[in-house]
């Protein structure tokens, strides 16, 4: 089992930036990527990015790139997102995931792909 606690979220005006982040622990030789993915009321979940945990691959969202970067540290067992230039379409609870996967597009972006789940953290951007 792998347990994943985000946290960072918070109230930030539009144009601002925010950082969150996710700390894993349990068995975390049985992932190989981690992802981020955000919600709003009555919409499903939205994959915004995702990390290999080995070497340098990522992925993101249209609606994010350019704007948010993901990024790693092994020795802490974390992953975080850096978000810049937000928007108030932004406003969404934040969800970390982990899982072992092929990182290609074609799966990454798969919420099923994803063994693991972290309990969310709010991110609200006001105009």
């Known amino acids: 089992q792998v347990q994943l606690v985000e946290s960072g979220g918070g109230l930030v005006q539009a144009g601002g930036s925010l950082r969150i982040s996710c700390a894993a622990s349990?068995?975390?030789?049985?992932?190989?990527?981690m992802g981020w993915y955000r919600q709003t009321p009555g919409k499903e979940r939205e994959f915004v990015a995702a990390?290999?945990?080995?070497?340098?691959?990522?992925g993101y969202a249209d609606f994010v790139k350019g704007r948010f970067t993901i990024s790693r540290d092994n020795a802490k067992n974390t992953v975080a997102l850096q978000m810049n230039s937000l928007k108030p379409e932004d406003t969404a609870v934040y969800y970390c995931?982990?899982?072992?996967?092929?990182?290609?597009?074609?799966?990454?972006?798969?919420?099923?792909?994803?063994?693991?789940w972290g309990q969310g953290t709010q991110v609200t951007v006001s105009s």
């Open positions: 990390i290999s945990w080995i070497g340098s691959n990522t």
């Open positions: 995931a982990a899982g072992r996967i092929v990182f290609s597009s074609s799966y990454y972006v798969k919420t099923q792909v994803y063994n693991y």
């Open positions: 349990g068995s975390i030789f049985s992932i190989n990527a």
